[in-house]
């Protein structure tokens, strides 16, 4: 990767330059040592010197996470790792390199500083949320020392110095979103709690640690976050210090965000700032929000990202809503081509420089709703699609909801929709669930009933402290 | 610290010479101005630090007890006054001259930083009292990454093995001090945060994708894991060698992990064990070798050793029986000094050269009892005896008939003041004499820990397998106290 300032101070000509360059040299020069896109391309007829521009790429098809999915070939992910060049290399290039004798040596020096670009470092899993089952993502020493530098490039853009005190309280699993800020934090020298979240250590240890170690920021996703300042009262702990947190692993829509601004406000924390991260795994590294509101900064000198019509697959246009589209521009170990997130950015893309922190880095605007999230219900008499990140942040800007829970039911007269609720204390419940019914109800057809549980039961049917993330919402019609 | 090569073969005297002169700069260059507990203790008890003159004197200063350290509801910060960290006034004090200095200023201040601000923690489990942060500054952190590399080099691992870290994750130091030897040695590793994390079945697949040659675990998931993967006709041909932490290691619970790896294609695999300790911040291994135990090989450079009686606190000699007693060397962060670790050492240090490896590192005996959780823990007063729960493990991880086992302390009729009771669950091996195999078991359990069972209690494996937790505890609940409060 590039230097952070150049990169951040770069026109748009020149980033786009820079990504085409990049872009060339992983068609040319990794990819026909990447098995899975060297026998696609093959079989397709596709030439790579062809594809000169970022506009070029629509050339290539798309790859969508069950192609990597290891459901029935458990090696099938390994197709997606590029192999490592063969140890003499051409004769130009060991030229370049000095010959066979300077080849080797390299190698030695690059293996005993452990920064051989192929050697396989880390393996990470994807969140498993959309495939069968979590997609394994070979990580080499290069792609460790560009998850450090985005990982610095956040904390930079957020101002966190080393003199804060960090409780990372993601959940713990061999996942980029863990792992970016454990390697940010011990780079920069920060005082932090790796917890392994709420799963690990349970609510009330994150709490005391946030409270002992008067630390200043916490690394969580949305849900736990909410659910950690609802619990203070409960295990009688105060937060002072805390004066950001900072999100990822799952959407944090502004309604969120809101809500736990207030939250924190409650709770008389010294500054109420919220950060978001959005981490694609196959994109190797997460894209921070410099505050609220202004998108996702994309590293251009890493990831080419794309949107597109969800249905058609056809490229949209800037600040257009569409599906979040990556390409690696600066990986080893696991490389994706226009690999299909899953995600709808609702507000597309934008190349104007940020009107916040003023940089020029692509931006991925709006709330991102998870297209696994929109879900075909019927009613006695016609087919209905819900879309649930809606309802979401609908449901997560009513004030008078503490814990949320809903169900898709098969009726007798066609789907339903049951919310379990648990009511902020003190506030009417028949309120809670009238205005809950009719936040639900703006985005379907289908009946919606209520049925008020207790927030440990909600804690329970979400798998808070079970799950990687929160669960919402639950499909229990029977399947066909 | 000193290079591995180079102390790995220095001779008693040298190795002493070296410990000397780093423990009186320690004491007094460290402890005695930046410790604000020993600090004050020293004071309090007429020690000058400068008369510290070596090992020998050691026994001037007093032990240190894990309550000592440990945060209570009283004085939940107590844990901060064991970390090393220079004070303003003392900093003005003794560190002005390098601040002034052409050559100091920021770069004074980065050393400084560097060498005292904490970056990392860990906890210890909290079985016996609150759980007590350990904190690492980044000197530290080198520390614990260059006593991994020096556990993998004891175990004989390095470039070209692959290792899968089954720990489960949690900021302790087995799942921590695995992350920091493969990333020194720059191998290839997958830290799944073990089955709690990742799910048995999606961790047997990784077995099988990754192929690692080392796995690293908590030995009783080991055992449940090996048995899976033979279950379902896994292939682990690669492993070479299984490295156990977290509890001890039976001799016949590595048998049964070798006969099941053998099953699973491995050639010839080696299980190994480690030992280490949170108050510690490391963990140190015995070096590989199928039928003896030659010891946990030590860092004399990092840490020293020593073995008292644990009734009088008095030093015994070299080989023999008693308590280890663990003392920091050139650490910042948190140190302890004179640390009464709670563990015997039966056949105590050796510094004697390792007749296997060769090197001349102290080596503390393999066979290793937990007193600490004997004195606060499972010393158990069953029946208005005196009950060391610990002499369980080995008798049960070895059995060869038993495939999973736990033990339940009841009351008789759940009254607090009736009866204290004592059960056995149990899931054989299939095919055997029932009351043929209890009769015996509860004779050698008579034999080994001088408890005569209430009842042994047949469970089928999954039954006791989810009662355990180990799928969903950090680790598996081996021991059940359900009597209620009196």
Known sequence: MEAWNKVSKMSSDAMKSLQETLLQGMLQKEIPRHPYYARLFQEKDIDLSRIKRTGDLQQLPFTYKEDMCPSEDLMKPWEFFLEAPSDGGSPEEQKKRGGLLGGLLKKKKTLDTGTDPDLLSQLYYTGGRRATKPVPLVFTAYDIANLKEMGHRAFQMWGFTREETVINAFSYMPHISFWQQFYTTMELGSTALQTGGGRILGAEKILKALQNLEAQVLLTFPGYADFLLKSLRYFDIEIPDLETIVLGMDDASMSLVERLKLGMKNAGTSNQRIRRVYFLSEAKGGWPECAPGYGYHVHPDHALVEIVDPETGEAKGEEEPGEVVVTNLDARGTVVLRLRSGDLATGGITYRPCPNCGSNFPRILGDLDRLDYIFELSDSEEQDKFNFNRARRRLHALAELNQWYLEILKGSRGDELKLYFSPVKGLDEEEAARKAKEEIQQETRVPVSTERLSMENIIQRQGMEKKITEERISDMRPSK | ?486
Not at chain 2, 221 to 246: H, I, T
């Open chain 2, 1 to 486: 610290m000193e290079d591995w090569k180079k102390i790995s073969q220095m001779s008693f005297k040298e190795m002493r010479d070296m410990q000397n002169r780093k423990l009186r700069a320690f004491i007094a260059n460290q402890i005695y101005l930046y410790s604000p507990r020993y600090s004050e203790k020293l004071r309090e008890l007429g020690v000058d630090p400068v008369k510290v003159k070596g090992v020998d004197d050691l026994k001037h200063l007093p032990f240190t007890y894990k309550e000592d350290i440990a945060p209570t509801d009283d004085e939940p910060k107590r844990h901060k006054d064991f970390v090393v960290r220079p004070d303003e006034e003392i900093t003005e004090k003794y560190s002005h001259l390098s601040q002034l200095s052409p050559y100091g200023g920021k770069a004074a201040v980065e050393d400084k930083k560097y060498d005292y601000k904490p970056v990392h923690i860990h906890f210890t489990t909290g079985r016996t009292a609150q759980p007590t942060p350990f904190v690492y500054s980044k000197r530290d952190v080198e520390n614990i990454k260059e006593g991994g590399y020096r556990l993998l080099d004891v175990f004989t691992i390095g470039r070209g093995d692959v290792i899968l870290n089954a720990f489960p994750f949690a900021p302790h130091l087995a799942f921590w001090q695995t992350f920091f030897a493969a990333e020194k040695m720059g191998l290839p590793a997958l830290n799944s945060g073990g089955g709690k994390v990742m799910g048995t079945n999606n961790l047997l697949d990784a077995v099988e994708f990754l192929r690692p040659s080392v796995l690293v675990f908590i030995p009783g998931y080991a055992y449940y894991f090996l048995r899976e993967a033979a279950k379902q006709g896994r292939d682990f041909s690669p492993v070479q060698k299984v490295l156990f932490g977290g509890e001890r290691v039976p001799p016949g619970l590595k048998e049964k992990v070798r006969g099941l790896l053998i099953q699973l294609g491995a050639e010839d695999p080696l299980c190994l064990a480690t030992y280490g300790m949170t108050e510690a911040r490391t963990a140190w291994g015995e070096c590989p070798s199928h039928a003896t135990s030659y010891g946990y090989h030590t860092y004399p450079d990092l840490e020293i050793f020593e073995t008292v009686d644990p009734e009088t606190g008095e030093n015994v000699g070299e080989g023999e029986e008693g308590e280890l007693v663990y003392t920091a060397l050139d650490w910042r962060g948190t140190c302890v000094l004179r640390y009464r670790t709670g563990d015997v050492a039966k056949e105590g240090i050796i510094y004697e050269p390792c007749p296997n490896c060769g090197r001349s590192l102290p080596r503390i005996s393999s066979n290793l009892q937990r007193k600490s959780e004997y004195k606060e823990f499972d010393l158990t007063k069953v029946k208005g005896t005196l009950v060391n729960l610990n002499n369980f493990f080995p008798l049960m991880m070895g059995h060869q008939d038993i495939i999973e086992w736990q033990v339940e302390i009841r009351k008789r009729n759940e009254d607090p003041y009736d009866l204290d009771e004592i059960y056995l669950y149990v899931a054989p091996r299939e095919g055997l004499d029932q009351e043929k195999f209890t009769s015996e078991l509860k004779q050698r359990i008579l034999r080994d820990t001088e408890v005569s069972l209430t009842g042994i209690i047949f469970k089928s494996v999954p039954e006791l397998v989810d009662q355990l937790g180990m799928e969903t505890e950090v680790k598996e609940k081996r021991v059940l106290d359900n009597r209620p409060d009196s």
